[in-house]
């Protein structure tokens, strides 16, 4: 499969997103979701010879699409250790960040890394595939009621404790290792009517147990928030609720849980406040990048 920066990731909401940061031309951005690149170019169009853009993927296929400008730095992490990489490159404020969250369209469309149903792969889900834990070894591995969690808690599947059970007597005559067997494994606790849609949950929990994506976003957002000049943007696009209602109170409320801090006066103590509280993509968009339907743009400043 022949990848090019264009076919690896179509942006989403790139123009509104990039709007959102507010772009200074001498200052300091990071793109926490390089991918592609669709974003970090459209920053670096918008800076001056002084500006600079950090951008970070811990997926080695981005790195094709690493941008030759003296004005960019690639960083090979996971967006989590933002903080600890900062550090390393002795910035000790930015002026912006864009988190363009979920997974890219070329992970959907590369039937070797088994993040789609659509294709029977092996069951890898991890976004850096130098290290970590497969989708597979978790299937193999968890006990029953720690899957049940899993689904439950990341894909809000009504019928966790089911699926688990089920994946379990399956994997007591014989691993699951691909695609087709978690399908064949589940089949028959899967409504033909709501078939797709809980898939889709079943893969986005076991993608989000892989790849610790709701600690790495926690991490990262309070990186953020420490490293964000005053008048600095926040503009990050969510796909699931999981990971929107994060972005929402840490700019509510400053931290990932939404307890709300308030004044003698009764005022909410919050380090942010909301620029646009959502922005969803147009019809035509949508009509274009049928990935951007379930997108949610949050844009806050910190204060």
Known sequence: MITTAETYHVPVLLKESVDGLGIQPDGIYVDVTFGGGGHSKEILSRLGKKGHLYSFDQDADAEKNIVDDDRFTFVRSNFRYISQWMRYYEVEKIDGLLGDLGVSSHHFDDETRGFSF????????????????????????????????????????????????????????????????????????????????DMAKLYQALRIEVNHEMDALRDMLKGATELLHEGGRLSIITYHSLEDRIVKNVMKAGNAEGKVEQDFFGRISSPYRMVEKMITPTEDEQQRNPRSRSAKLRIAEKI
């Open 118 to 197: 659509r294709f029977d792969a092996p069951l890898d889900m991890r976004m850096n595939k130098r290290a970590g834990q497969t989708a597979a070894d978790i299937l193999n591995n968890y006990s029953e009621e720690r899957l049940a969690d899993v689904f439950y808690l990341y894909g809000e599947l009504k019928n966790a404790r089911r699926i688990a059970k089920a994946i379990c007597d399956c994997r007591r005559q014989h691993e699951i290792t691909t695609t087709g067997q978690l399908a064949e494994a589940v089949e028959p606790l899967m409504r033909s009517e709501r078939e797709k849609k």
